[in-house]
Every structure is written in structure tokens, then in C-alpha cells.
């Protein structure tokens, strides 16, 4: 268990540390939060703006509502290109660049060299999601917050950008080049977001074609609602995204 430990530690690490020599992370990093805090800026402005007619309301939106969670929705968003960006070269980018035998050679399992390679790239978004949370932080002594509420919204990205990364490492898992990599995880993310469309437009509310939906578990979370049923299906997502890099790879060190 020791040595199996070692070596997802060791392939962490090594992946995190190419995360920080890689100008495109810190490109993405730079611009996302960027844009997050002009967001926030323009968020806050119409927060203040509107103070005075929501006094009015006993049961009105609060700076959670109308910050917090908004400021999320748009991390949500831009999770869709920054996840497929920084997950495409775990893998396709070894294979690439023929380093991928190496690892095989150094007997690291490939089950290990999956988690270790997803772990640095969570570990990488989950920072990035701390750094966003930051900036409604940063007023917690000047505004009333919804904890609940902003801890259920904060659960549901970690939950969204945990399952957008084992996608994406399970995309660069099949891919021979990382650009390919990208363009499939994106696409797989954005059909799971909106699968249900259809259904929707339809007037269907239930069933399995809504259940499949990312948008279906994910918006509840945002709302302040935690369902066991909807952390299963995150759980059950990222289990299978990364089940399925793992036979990828393992069929590789096979051939190799």
C-alpha cells in the first residue's frame, strides 16, 4: 500500500510541477481570474446599486445570492475551455512525446499514473476555485452571508471541475495528440450539460434523459440543495471517466 502510495504521490508531483512550468496555465490562470474579478467588480456594483429597494424586502436576495453564487455560475462557465485546456497533455502529450514508456519502465501501475496525473490537475482547479472564492470572501466582515448556501454552491464546482477533469485525463488517455484531447472533452462536457435540452424544451421535467444531465445535478447545488442523489452522480461520473483511462493505459503498457 506504501509503494502504491509513493507512486501516485510521485506522479502527482512530477505533473504538478510541469502544470507550473507550462506558460498555458498560467495564461489561463491570469485571464480567467481576470475576468472573474471584473465580474465580481460589476456584481458588486449592482449589489450596492440595488441596497436600498431590497431593504425594503424582508426575504430578498442577499450579497449571496447576488454575488456569490453568480460569481460561481460564471466560473461554471468558463470550467467548460479551462478544464479540456489543462487536462489535454496528461496523457496525450506523453504519448506524444514518446515518455509514456518511461513511466511503464519505472513499474508505476497505470491505475497510478491515472490518479496521479488527475490529482495535480484537481489540485490545480481547486486552487483556482479558492482564488475565485476569495474575492466574495474578502467582504465577509462588511456583508451578510449565506454560509450554507455558498458552501452547497462551492461543493457543486469542486464537484463539476472534479468530474470535467477525470473527462478530460480519460480523453487524453484515448488521444494521440492533445489538441484532440481537448476538442473531446469539451464536446463530452458540453453534450452532458445539455443532453436533456430536448427533453426540456418538451416540457419533460423527469425521466432518464434529465437524470443524465450535468445541469440537472449541478443547478440544485448552486440553489443551496444537497442531494445524495446528485454527489453519487458526480462520483459515479469521475469513477468512470477514470476507470476507463485506467484500461486505456493499461492496454498500452500491454502493447508496449
Known amino acids: 500500500m506504501s509503494h502504491a502510495f509513493a507512486n501516485t504521490v510521485a506522479v502527482t508531483r512530477l505533473e504538478w510541477r510541469r502544470l507550473l512550468v507550462r506558460p498555458l ?9 481576470a475576468w472573474l474579478a471584473w465580474n465580481f467588480t460589476l456584481l458588486l456594483g449592482s449589489f450596492l446599486a440595488g441596497q436600498i429597494q431590497r431593504a425594503a424586502l424582508p426575504d430578498g436576495p442577499g450579497f449571496t445570492d447576488l454575488v456569490g453564487v453568480p460569481l460561481l455560475a460564471q466560473l461554471a462557465q468558463l470550467a467548460f475551455l479551462v478544464v479540456p485546456l489543462l487536462s489535454m497533455s496528461t496523457l496525450a502529450g506523453e ?5 509514456l514508456p518511461l513511466l511503464f519502465a519505472a513499474g508505476v501501475p497505470a491505475s497510478r499514473i491515472v490518479l ?17 472564492l476569495a474575492m466574495p470572501l474578502a467582504l465577509m466582515h462588511a456583508t451578510h452571508f449565506d454560509w ?3 458552501a452547497a454552491a462551492t461543493l457543486g464546482l469542486a464537484l463539476m471541475l472534479a468530474a470535467l477533469a477525470a473527462i478530460g485525463v480519460a480523453c487524453s488517455s484515448f ?6 484531447a481537448a476538442a473531446a472533452a469539451l464536446v463530452i462536457a458540453l453534450a452532458l450539460w445539455s443532453v436533456n435540452l430536448g427533453a426540456q424544451l418538451a416540457g419533460i421535467n423527469g425521466g432518464a434523459i434529465n437524470w443524465l444531465a450535468m445541469s440537472t445535478h449541478l443547478q440544485p447545488l448552486l440553489r443551496g440543495l444537497v442531494s445524495s442523489a446528485d454527489l453519487v452522480w458526480f462520483a459515479l461520473l469521475i469513477v468512470l471517466a477514470l476507470a476507463l483511462a485506467t484500461c486505456r493505459l493499461a492496454a498500452d503498457k500491454e502493447r508496449n
Do not use: D, E, F
Open 175 to 180: 488521444a494521440s495528440h492533445p489538441a484532440l
Open 116 to 132: 496521479g496525473k488527475y490529482l495535480a490537475v484537481l489540485g490545480w482547479l481547486l486552487l483556482w476555485l479558492a482564488l475565485t
Open 25 to 33: 496555465a498560467w495564461v489561463l490562470a491570469a485571464l480567467t481570474l
Open 95 to 99: 504519448r506524444r512525446n514518446g515518455t
Open 148 to 150: 450554507g448556501k455558498l
